[in-house]
């Protein structure tokens, strides 16, 4: 298997898959013009087994793999594939990684040199973020940015829970306009006691307002 990375901390790591070598190259151009990091794997089975997710029925025999512990080395923060490959789809890796609990949060793109609507929307609908029609431009590269800043933000996005002095603050902001509702509460309940129209008699059909 061929991997090939440039590590930077600043950068974003994006894993991409494909069986051909010429697209892979291609790919992996584009992506290192924009800056981004990147390793490349040649199948669907193989990308599973960098991410640490093994996949031992399709596992093919006497193929290299990567070491043990070198897909915990770089976190991946994209993974790229090519939808038609020999072994696993494209559309396979996307359903495995988005049943991943540990995978599913990573943005997957397929990539394709057949225009299928009913493939792109399948990869759609099963969460891939971009369907891509081959040969790839570095425009389609740029459309990927988004998507991993979307991902970076909600990840170092806490959630947000009010001190106690901040809900005190409210509370107190809250009383103020609390105070004058109870006010006329019970100074309509006073009026309604010393109404003479309290000892009235009241006849069926006839509605007092107050």
Request: aromatic share 4%; proline share 7%.
């Amino acid at each position: 298997m061929t991997v090939m990375a440039m590590a930077t901390d600043t950068q974003f790591h994006v894993l991409a898959v494909d069986d051909s070598l010429i697209d892979r190259k291609l790919i992996e151009r584009l992506l290192k013009t924009s800056s981004y990091q990147v390793t490349t794997v040649d199948s669907g089975i193989k990308a599973l087994e960098f991410l640490g997710l093994q996949d031992d029925e399709q596992n093919e025999p006497n193929s290299p793999s990567v070491s043990p512990d070198h897909h915990q080395e770089i976190e991946v923060n994209l993974i790229i594939t090519d939808y038609c490959m020999p072994g696993m789809t494209g559309y396979d890796l996307l359903k495995k990684i988005k049943t991943s609990s540990s995978l599913r949060d990573i943005p997957v793109v397929i990539m394709s040199s057949e225009n299928v609507p009913s493939r792109i929307n399948r990869c759609l609908e099963e969460g891939a973020e971009e369907f891509f029609l081959k040969p790839v431009q570095l425009a389609d590269v740029k459309r990927l940015k988004p998507h991993l800043l979307k991902r970076k933000t909600r990840d170092e996005s806490p959630v947000q829970t009010p001190s106690p002095l901040q809900q005190q603050e409210e509370d107190q902001q809250l009383l103020p306009q609390q105070q004058p509702q109870q006010s006329n509460n019970k100074r309509k309940s006073l009026d309604e006691a010393l109404s003479p129209e309290r000892t009235r008699p009241r006849y069926s059909g006839i509605t007092t307002a107050v």
